[in-house]
């Protein structure tokens, strides 16, 4: 028996995959090794039903993909909720914008949820929010401590697959039990280097209700991006977009070039901050923590 489903978590091989309300253990055939291609967490998948009373089965196909996002490795996602504590950890700006970058670049819609409102006096918060809500990006801030703001982010998530997506120690499986009723394992802040312990190790679909779907993924403090080129790196800062084209040169760079649309904007429409984290990837300077 053949059937359609979802990989809701892939560990070493071994495939979950939910397909009509039950939740297959599989494995993969090798054509997909042979191809260089993976199965990945958020998968529309065919499986061959090997074992219905072990619950058994072997993927055999992998549909279409609408998107694909590399770190955390997950396919088929309508938004990125993109997490940073407001403080302990402290937030890493740079590491917050190569996120929304790749989000922009795979076309997934991001939202910053600043979590552990209740750790601070709430002007951190505050600027952050202007400065992203002003580039047109939703900006949820929260305590899953106090509770505050679950409900906003509740309405967000209702109805998509949305992936969670930041550093370690900002509370992302918190914020999962906040939002579901399943308790996952979250770890306890070190002191020294302020990252959790033993938190979340591989990514995984949880459904929070009917067509509602959360990912938690393991934590990094680094990011790296693929090469891109000037124009579409540019286009993924969204405050460049309405000056885009508006150059002296048809292959302006935004850097040295004369008369050029997204440079004076520098200070009134684009922030100094952004443009110069903009000319430090493109220039191939890092922004590792």
């Known amino acids: 028996m053949r059937a359609q489903g979802r990989i809701i978590k892939g560990v070493g091989g071994s495939y979950e995959v939910s397909a009509d309300g039950i939740v297959y253990t599989c494995s993969a055939k090798g054509i997909f090794r042979n191809r260089g291609e993976t199965p990945l967490v958020g998968d529309r998948v065919e499986v061959d039903i090997l074992d219905e009373r072990e619950y058994l089965g072997n993927i055999v196909r992998i549909l279409e993909r609408t998107n694909t996002l590399k770190r955390p490795r997950v396919a088929n996602v309508d938004q ?16 917050l914008d190569r996120f929304l970058i790749v989000a922009e670049n795979e076309g997934v819609d991001a939202v910053i ?5 209740d750790m601070c006096d709430g002007t951190e918060p505050a600027h952050l929010r202007s400065i992203y809500e002003g580039i047109g990006y939703k900006v949820i801030v929260m305590s899953a401590y106090t509770q ?6 509740r309405e967000r998530i209702e109805g998509r697959v949305s992936v969670l997506a930041g550093p370690s120690g900002v509370g992302k499986s918190s914020i999962v039990n906040c939002i579901s009723d399943r308790e996952m394992e979250t770890g306890e802040l070190s002191r020294k ?4 312990k033993h938190t979340t190790r591989h990514a995984e679909l949880i459904q929070i209700a009917e067509n509602t779907f959360v990912v938690d993924s393991p934590g990094f403090t680094s990011l790296e991006i693929d090469a891109l080129e000037s124009d579409e790196l540019a286009y993924c800062f969204r405050e460049f977009r309405p000056f885009i084209g508006e150059c002296r040169f048809n292959n302006c760079k935004h850097q040295h070039e004369p008369d050029c649309a997204i440079k004076a904007q520098v200070g009134k429409a ?6 110069e984290r ?3 990837l493109l220039g191939g300077v890092g922004y590792n923590s």
Do not use: S, W
């Open 278 to 280: 903009y000319k430090g």
């Open 270 to 275: 684009i922030t100094n901050d952004r443009y």
């Open 80 to 95: 990125a909720l993109i997490v940073f504590a407001v403080t302990h950890p402290a937030i890493n700006i740079d590491l």
């Open 193 to 196: 280097i302020a990252r959790g």
């Open 148 to 153: 505050a703001g679950v409900e906003e982010l």
């Open 113 to 117: 949820v600043l979590n552990k409102a």
